[in-house]
């Protein structure tokens, strides 16, 4: 089942304002939720063809979100962005190993985070 | 050293090259040996003895 | 022959002249101590008591049978007299500086002044002494019967004669009535006996010369020539096969180990000294004497057996020869010879005995059970005196019935070379007692007890032939037919000269345990001390006890003992020098305790000194700062090795504490990180929302206005939010470090409180939360900055609005004051905070449950900081709904000054 539809994972209010701005001005929906657990509910409600996800969120972390959605046959192949002010080699290198498709670090520039999810997002 | 000396020369094997029936001075080989060596031994000690008492004359502890 | 009545008539005349002699030499002793008495020429007399009737009959009965082999009982102690420098020296300075009574005192006093070794000593002593002095009564006897035979001397010599057993009791009285007369008259310090050495050195000389004269006799009158004596002369002494093998190099030891281990030997070469001059002459002299002693043995053994007709008895050619060549004089002067040496060898032999007896084995028993008399302080010393004499008697009669009981068996002949392995075993005790430091009480003991049992299986019984105790079948088939415990052929030792193997494996045995032994035992302290006294006996000689012993004893019971065994006058003397006063209850010195314990010692060995001073002694200790000091080479270096490790431990507890150290620097160093780490998220979030919403600004010029207006605020908002982060960071990073210095006064806290309250009115409005104020506290004052507290009180206030996400939110402030702490309450009705994070939410950057709105998660760190930089605390109160901060700070009532 494919879809338009992006989950962004954030809980800074003022980042999910610009990201929605961003996506939908290239007609994608956007859904966005604040922490770990509520991202799951929502992933496995419906479906998205791809996931911005933060790592620094209250509660269940982006990286063991992540983890539970590789774990997850239904989830297994969502495309995951992940976009963190961690930007150091070694949060890369664990993102990457986790399973995430791209990784961005913030600041972001909006032109990267839309090519990313062009490019994994099944429309 | 000198006990060492006496027990070489007094205790097999040298002493049983001495120990031939050889006449010498018409006294038997062995008998003018073992009484030579026991001479010279004592002879030496006493020489020994003349040396070391000289260093310390004064050994006369009371006790 | 010689008339009977003449005989005992010379007899008595020479034992007059004795007893003449030995009280001319105790009273010139006691006039003259270092007189002509103590010169190095008696002394040497006296050791020739080697010298017995074994000598003077037996060795040429030696001879005649066994060729040179006599000669190995002469070239042993040669070896050890000539070889004094190297052992004799030590032993004799042992015995000398520490007053040894005799060998069993000096075992014992060695291995820890243990009375056990002594009574073994002295046991092994009598049990190899009693059938030596049977040997002598025997030589006596028969020579006796022999010169005053009425059918001549040399039908009495072929003639195997009854033994005269009522001639040798009277002899054996005599000798008793002699040893007690002289050996017994005190109990004097050092046991020397002046008298009986004078008489001692003049039946040397009367021995020597007569030898000598039968021997000068017998190659210049009868053979004309020392060459002719060997034209007829047996073939073992001319040209001997097999006399130079073990056999010969067994006797030479044990030869020389006999003539220091011998009690009598021991007697008069160690306790009899007085200096090392005696012993430096004696080196030479007393080989010489022996030398001079051999020189005839042969021609006359040689001359014996040519001229005597066959069958004679070789055992009395000395007295034969003559004899029979009607030289009565001759004959008389070699009985008087034989006569000398017997009786010096029975004298000194029962005078050392019985001192070992009673200092080793009465005086312990006595002491133990009490027996010994306490009463009167001449009481003791008489006792001591009588246990002597009586020891004497038994000694002297315990040869007696050996003699009676033997009788003219041949047993008696071997057992000079019996007697010579017997005392032997002593040897490892000795010699490893005086060298080797590690040497212990038990190795001696296991030794010593091993040694003698093997001696007494291997040789002594044996030698019966079966009449004793050891049937004739287990000394031919071993013990229950057991092949390999034969006496004679120990282990299938078979083909070896009995008397060889004997000596191989009672030494063997014990060297073996008296090694061995001691590496599975600790020497006591005290035995360790006198290790390091004896063994080191030329450098410490200085060194007295006193320096190790810590002993605490009444001067009056130390008097008391001193009189009951020294006597009364000799205690006073020996008081009255050491300058002590007469008071009772004064406490001796450990000087004093020593000096005593060492002369009594001198009278009664060491052990028994020792259990006599330990009995009054009320405190011991060893101490054991001495004991090290005195320690020998290893034990400063075990001494040192200890330091080293000490040391050791020391560098690696600085090493942990540089590794501990190292690790919170580390800690720090890895904190310093993250909080880097964690400025640059903190930045990176509000950075993050510029930069986006400026690139959406710019990228889209035909934004509808009030979007536009949105971003731009949003833009403003974070930078604003920026600026509020570093601020924070620097705040913290001050209030840490503490280096800024803060303008302290004293204020009322309520001040700040009310200040912190208002700037908090328009945020609180804004977000539609009630600010509310409870109970106003009557005043008082803190000291510190109020506009820090003030700080600290907007950021709780804030957080409370901020975080508030009740339908209906309340921010309510209360204060109180209680016992000098001020109290501040900030609490709200918002969600609660989790047991789990209420330490975690004061630490920086720390993120509250809730998805953050604004704020840059410093604000609780700093309140904290200021708070607890004016003494107080920040803590989050239990509540079950909403948070609640309290501040408590310590406060005074209401300031004089009326601040506010």
């Known amino acids: ?123 | 050293m000198l006990p060492f000396i006496a027990i070489i020369l007094l205790f097999p094997p040298i002493i049983l090259i001495f120990s031939k029936p050889v006449a010498l001075f018409g006294l038997p080989l062995i008998v003018v040996y073992l009484f030579a060596v026991w001479a010279v031994v004592i002879a030496a000690a006493f020489l020994l003895s003349l040396r070391l008492g000289k260093p310390d004359p004064a050994d006369n502890e009371p006790g | 022959m010689l008339p009977t009545d003449l005989v005992i008539f010379v007899c008595l005349g020479y034992v007059a002249i004795l007893f003449a002699v030995a009280f001319a030499g105790d009273r010139r002793a006691r006039r003259d101590p270092s007189g002509w008495l103590s010169s190095p020429l008696v002394y040497t007399l006296s050791i020739s008591i080697y010298c017995t009737s074994w000598t003077f009959f037996g060795a040429v009965g030696s001879a005649a049978r066994n060729g040179f082999e006599f000669l190995t009982i002469y070239l042993g102690p040669t070896v050890v007299f000539v070889g004094w420098w190297v052992f004799l020296r030590k032993l004799v300075t042992v015995g000398r500086v520490y007053h040894t009574t005799s060998i069993a005192d000096l075992i014992s006093a060695r291995f820890g002044k243990d009375p056990t070794l002594g009574a073994l000593v002295t046991i092994m002593a009598m049990v190899v002494t009693a059938p030596y002095i049977a040997l002598q009564l025997q030589a006596l006897t028969s020579s006796f019967q022999v010169i005053t035979f009425h059918a001549g001397a040399v039908t009495a010599a072929n003639t195997s004669l009854e033994p005269d057993f009522t001639t040798a009791f009277w002899l054996a009285v005599g000798l008793c009535v002699f040893s007690i007369i002289f050996g017994v008259r005190n109990i004097d310090v050092n046991e020397r006996h002046h008298g009986v050495i004078a008489a001692i050195a003049v039946e040397a000389v009367i021995k020597f010369i007569a030898l000598l004269v039968v021997g000068l006799w017998v190659v210049f009158a009868i053979q004309g020539s020392p060459a002719a004596v060997f034209e007829n002369a047996p073939d073992n002494l001319v040209a001997p096969d097999d006399t130079f093998g073990l056999r010969w190099i067994t006797l030479c030891f044990l030869a020389g180990a006999a003539v220091i281990c011998l009690p009598r030997q021991f007697q008069v070469t160690v306790v009899e000294n007085s200096s090392e001059s005696q012993i430096r002459t004696a080196s030479w002299l007393f080989p010489l004497y022996l030398f001079l002693i051999c020189l005839f043995i042969i021609p006359i053994a040689v001359t014996g057996l040519t001229q005597l007709p066959e069958g004679s008895n070789p055992d009395l050619f000395v007295l034969t020869l003559p004899l029979n060549a009607d030289q009565d004089m001759i004959a008389l002067l070699a009985f008087l010879g034989g006569f000398s040496s017997a009786t010096s060898m029975v004298i000194v032999s029962s005078i050392a005995l019985s001192t070992m007896i009673s200092n080793h084995l009465v005086m312990p028993l006595a002491l133990r059970f009490s027996i010994a008399p306490a009463a009167s302080p001449d009481a003791m010393r008489s006792f001591i005196l009588g246990v002597r004499r009586a020891s004497i008697v038994f000694i002297v009669f315990l040869g007696f019935l050996y003699f009676f009981l033997s009788g003219a068996s041949d047993a008696l002949a071997a057992i000079g070379l019996i007697s010579f392995c017997g005392v032997a075993q002593f040897l490892p005790s000795l010699v490893g007692g005086l060298f080797w430091r590690n040497a212990t009480h038990g190795g001696a003991l296991a030794g010593l007890v091993a040694g003698f049992t093997l001696w007494g299986y291997t040789l002594f019984l044996p030698s019966f032939g079966g009449a004793f105790l050891m049937p004739e079948s287990v000394i031919l088939h071993g013990p229950w037919g057991i092949d390999w415990l034969k006496p004679q052929a120990l282990f299938g030792l078979e083909g070896v000269d009995p008397l060889v193997q004997a000596t191989f494996w009672s030494l063997f045995v014990n060297a073996a345990l008296f090694v061995c032994v001691p590496m599975f035992s600790e020497p006591t302290p005290l035995a360790r001390y006198q290790s390091r006294l004896f063994v080191d006996v030329f450098r410490h000689q200085a060194d007295s006890e006193l320096s190790v012993m810590r002993r605490t004893a009444r001067i009056a019971d130390l008097k008391h003992i001193a009189n009951r065994v020294l006597g009364a006058q000799e205690a006073f003397a020996l008081f009255a020098t050491k300058g002590i006063p007469g008071r009772r209850s004064v406490i001796a010195s450990d000087e004093l305790i020593s000096e005593v314990e060492q002369r009594l010692a001198a009278n009664v060995g060491a052990a028994t000194a020792r259990t006599l001073v330990s009995s009054v002694v009320t405190r011991e200790t060893i101490s054991v700062e001495e004991l090290k000091r005195l320690a020998d080479e290893t034990e400063q270096i075990r001494a040192y090795s200890a330091e080293l490790e000490r040391k050791s431990r020391q560098v690696e507890v600085t090493a942990a504490e540089l590794a501990r150290a190292n690790d919170q620097l580390r800690q720090i160093d890895l904190q310093k990180d993250e909080f880097l780490s964690q400025v640059s998220h903190e930045v990176r979030t509000p950075m993050s929302s510029i930069r986006s919403f400026s690139d959406i600004l710019l990228s889209d010029p035909q934004l509808d206005p009030e979007r536009k207006q949105r971003f731009l605020r949003i833009i403003q908002n974070e930078s604003i939010r920026l600026t509020k982060l570093l601020d924070g960071i620097l705040d913290l990073n001050q209030l840490e470090n503490g280096d800024v210095e803060w303008e302290v006064e004293y204020f009322d806290p309520n001040s700040a409180l009310d200040q912190a309250i208002e700037s908090c009115e328009a945020l609180a409005s804004a977000a539609g939360v009630k600010l509310t104020r409870k109970g106003k506290v009557p005043r008082c004052r803190v000291s510190g900055n109020r506009d820090k507290l003030a700080q600290a009180f907007i950021n709780l206030i804030s957080n409370g609005i901020k975080y508030n996400t009740s339908a209906n939110p309340i921010v309510t402030v209360s204060t109180s004051l209680r016992r000098g702490v001020y109290e501040a309450c900030v609490a709200d009705n918002g969600p609660s905070i989790p047991e789990s994070e209420r330490e975690r939410i004061f630490v920086r950057f720390a993120r509250g449950p809730m998805p953050r709105k604004v704020g840059a998660g410093l604000g609780l760190a700093i309140s904290r900081q200021i708070v607890e930089r004016l003494g107080g605390k920040l803590a989050l109160a239990d509540s079950k709904s909403g948070a609640q901060f309290v501040i408590t700070l310590p406060a005074t009532n209401r300031s004089p000054r009326g601040d506010r």
């Open chain 1, 1 to 123: 089942m494919s879809s338009n539809r992006i989950l962004v994972v954030e809980d800074e209010p003022n980042i999910v304002e610009s990201l929605r701005f961003i996506l939908e001005r290239v007609n994608y929906d956007v859904e966005s939720v604040s922490n770990g657990l509520t991202a799951l509910e929502q992933m496995r409600k419906q479906a998205f063809s791809a996931v911005v996800l933060d790592i620094m969120l209250p509660g269940m972390n982006g990286l063991d979100v992540l983890r539970t959605m590789r774990e997850d046959s239904r989830l297994s192949k969502l495309p995951v962005i992940v976009l963190t002010a961690k930007g150091q080699a070694q949060d890369r290198k664990a993102a990457e190993e986790t399973g995430a498709n791209a990784f961005i670090t913030k600041p972001y520039s909006n032109a990267e985070v839309v090519k990313q999810v062009e490019k994994f997002a099944r429309r």
